[in-house]
């Protein structure tokens, strides 16, 4: 009922086109802001809905002196963003602004804030977060699209008013379609300066730029060669898809095919309107003198503006049914206001447009007049639709609201003494830590929250709570040990009485940090259905390189990056922190024990991650990480191996 009630209003508000280019929106962040950590992070990693690309604009510094505690440039892979800081970070509060550019172009931001040090007070943000919509993004995007408007609808008004017309207004056609689609050339230029190279929006303005250039041309030439006219219009015609493809129809969360067929309904209803008064104010009184012949174009051009505002209404409606989700967005958000605001331009067009169809149509002269009075409003709504292109619509402000959760519950890691495991239960992170009298289970959620919410038993026992997400029973030290979690079962075979082994892990850990070279194959997982592969190929001491399988590629050689989203997109440099290539995942194992021959099992508290390590000569053959909304598996080719890390060549 609310969403008939916002598209009733709004009927008349969406009659020129107002579709917002997509914004990527914050679904999650590691570390949540607020959040209090034990441990510093060695990054903050951000995911969105959209792919993104990386700004200029992200930054960390401490709270307390404004020091910059960024460990190198910002790296976006897909949907994620990751701003990597510096090592062991000391307890204080620190601040994240972090920015991106979303697959449409626009530019965004936003700050998060975390503290490091148990007991500390949840810290907020002094860094601040602003994309200013300047007067020069209005100027640029509003002559973009009044390009497209008048070239595709003088276009059209000239197939309506042929037979009317003739020949005559084939050198005005011309000289209007030269000019319209200058407008539309100049404007796309401008805007695609700050568009970022691989995006969609990059990709859609810069073909509509070379339309626009060979159909200008055309026009240009078609008073001399008459069969480039055609060429001309074809071409503003097509430019009315641009929008649409490199906007919000095309949003993940946006009903596909209703999306679409809307908005290109929307634009070229808008274009037939705008445009055809622009030729029927500068065409028709160049192409005859006749009062009978103007009569007659501006009787066609009549029809054809009635029909268009039919469509207007009605793919404006199904515009604001995914734009708009409660009417006092109207009021509450930016989008909804200038929506009002295009509306109080528009609604007198509407009286205006039915005095002329009813009053003016014999009188051409004043009707003409009345026609530049629709045009100069129109301008205004066009501006209005320049502006609401850079504004996130009312649907997308209740889940960016949602993005913001609150602080973590930290969990409550097992004692010291136990030996560990543990294992994936779907997005769930479940770690057992047996003792000679108790067994200590801990549940991760995907966010890195203690959960504390389940119904756990432990060797058929309920447990009972012992701190955020710590739950504790009774169990015997030996055999198979079978924890359930709401229902589900999962089995443990490591042993209470497991021999100690942090000195074979401490080799093992100089064995990795010795290796010339690393090649191993990594599957990661956030949840049982999400996973991907990745071949990693290290070379001491700073030479990395993977390949994601269907995925990204990356090459890192000391203080240079080069990334690329797939393997038919192209290279991108940028800076990058050398890389310490050997270090192995773990730096802080506690709970080392040898659970099987060739098998050590610990816990890494600073992550927190439980690791369990297959080994073979004294290296590691699989190792297996679980984590918060992080399970892998390495599986190791081999060290010291023939193994060469070069920069790619670009193509």
């Not at 005095?355 to 026609?371: G, K, P, Q």
Request: with cysteine; glycine share 8%.
């Amino acid at each position: 009922m609310r969403r008939v009630a916002v598209a009733v209003a709004l009927m008349v508000a969406l009659a020129m086109p107002a579709a917002a280019f997509a914004h990527a929106t914050l679904l999650s962040t590691a570390p949540k802001n607020g959040a209090v950590l034990p441990v510093a992070p060695r990054a903050v990693t951000l995911t969105f809905d959209d792919v993104v690309r990386t700004s200029g604009g992200s930054a960390a510094v401490a709270n307390a002196t404004d020091e910059s505690v960024l460990g190198g440039n910002p790296v976006a892979h897909g949907r994620v963003l990751m701003i990597p800081l510096r090592e062991n970070l000391p307890r204080g509060a620190y601040s994240i602004r972090w920015s991106i550019v979303s697959d449409d172009g626009h530019r965004e931001e936003g700050v998060l804030a975390f503290a490091v040090g148990t007991g500390s007070a949840a810290p907020t943000s002094v860094l601040g977060a602003a994309v200013p919509l300047t007067w020069n993004d209005i100027l640029l995007r509003t002559l973009y699209y009044l390009g497209l408007l008048a070239g595709g609808g003088a276009a059209v008004f000239a197939l309506v008013t042929r037979r009317v017309l003739g020949q005559a207004l084939e050198r005005p056609l011309a000289h209007l379609l030269f000019f319209s689609l200058l407008c539309t050339f100049l404007g796309g230029s401008g805007i695609i300066h700050a568009a970022p190279p691989g995006t969609r929006f990059a990709l859609v303005l810069k073909i509509a730029l070379t339309v626009a250039l060979v159909g200008g041309a055309a026009a240009a030439l078609a008073p001399t060669f008459a069969r480039l006219l055609p060429v001309a219009g074809a071409a503003a015609v097509a430019l009315l898809a641009a929008p649409t493809l490199s906007g919000h129809a095309l949003d993940r969360d946006q009903p596909r095919v209703l999306a679409v067929i809307a908005d290109l309904a929307h634009l070229g209803a808008a274009a037939v309107w705008f445009g055809g008064l622009l030729a029927l104010t500068y065409l028709v009184p160049r192409a005859t003198d006749d009062d009978e012949t103007r009569r007659a174009a501006a009787h066609r051009f009549s029809a054809a503006a009635l029909a268009s505002v039919i469509v207007l209404g009605t793919s404006g409606v199904a515009r604001a049914l995914t734009e708009l989700s409660s009417v006092h967005q109207l009021w509450t958000t930016s989008y909804g206001r200038d929506l009002v605001a295009k509306t109080i331009v528009f609604a007198p067009l509407l009286v205006l447009g039915w005095v002329n169809r009813a009053f003016l149509m014999r009188a051409f002269d004043l009707l003409r007049r009345s026609a530049t009075v629709e045009i100069l409003a129109i301008v205004g709504i066009v501006v209005a639709v320049a502006i609401l292109t850079e504004l996130r619509p009312g649907v997308e402000v209740p889940r960016a609201l949602a993005a913001a959760p609150p602080a973590l519950a930290t969990p409550a890691l097992p004692p010291l003494t136990g030996v560990v495991d543990a294992q994936e239960l779907g997005s769930l992170a479940v770690a057992v830590d047996r003792e000679r009298a108790r067994t200590v289970v801990t549940i991760l959620t995907a966010d890195g929250t203690g959960d504390s919410s389940r119904h756990v038993r432990i060797a058929g026992a309920p447990a009972s709570a012992c701190g955020a997400g710590c739950y504790a029973a009774p169990a015997p030290p030996h055999g198979p040990l079978r924890i359930t979690v709401d229902g589900h079962a999962l089995t443990f075979t490591v042993q209470a009485d497991a021999p100690d082994a942090r000195a074979l892990l401490a080799r093992v850990s100089r064995a990795y940090r010795s290796s010339r070279t690393i090649v191993f194959d990594e599957t990661l997982a956030s949840t049982p259905t999400n996973a991907a592969t990745t071949r990693f190929t290290v070379v001491a001491p700073n030479r990395l390189a993977y390949h994601t399988r269907g995925g990204a590629s990356a090459v890192v050689i000391g203080s240079r990056r080069w990334d690329r989203a797939n393997d038919r997109a192209r290279w991108i440099a940028t800076g990058q922190t050398p890389l310490d290539v050997t270090r192995p995942y773990w730096t802080s194992p506690t709970n080392v024990h040898l659970v099987a021959p060739g098998t050590v099992t610990f816990l890494d508290r600073k992550i927190p991650a439980w690791f369990r390590l297959t080994l073979a000569r004294g290296r590691p053959v699989v190792q297996r990480m679980t984590a918060a909304s992080h399970f892998m598996t390495d599986r190791y080719v081999g060290f010291d191996v023939s193994a060469v890390v070069s920069a790619p060549v670009s193509r």
